[in-house]
């Protein structure tokens, strides 16, 4: 996991989409599994502390469009 880089171009999270058709989407996104925190900022209540967000998970998915 990465802490606190200042090279944020560095980062960047593979995502990739496959339309089918018909309406049809497979999608995934963070697919290398990149593992980082995209913000940190000094804890209010705790001297010392530096809280940070982590980036999502890897996640995959489908997508079905249908209109009427």
Do not use: D
Request: contains cysteine; aromatic residues 14%.
């Amino acid at each position: 996991m990465h802490y606190f880089s200042s090279n944020k171009a560095r980062f960047g999270r593979l995502k990739a989409v496959l339309c089918l058709g018909g309406g049809v989407t497979a999608w995934v996104c963070n697919l290398a599994g990149e593992a980082f925190i995209t913000a940190a900022f000094p804890a209010a209540a705790q001297a010392g502390a530096i809280p940070g967000y982590p980036n999502p998970p890897g996640t995959f998915g489908v997508t079905v469009r249908r209109s009427f």
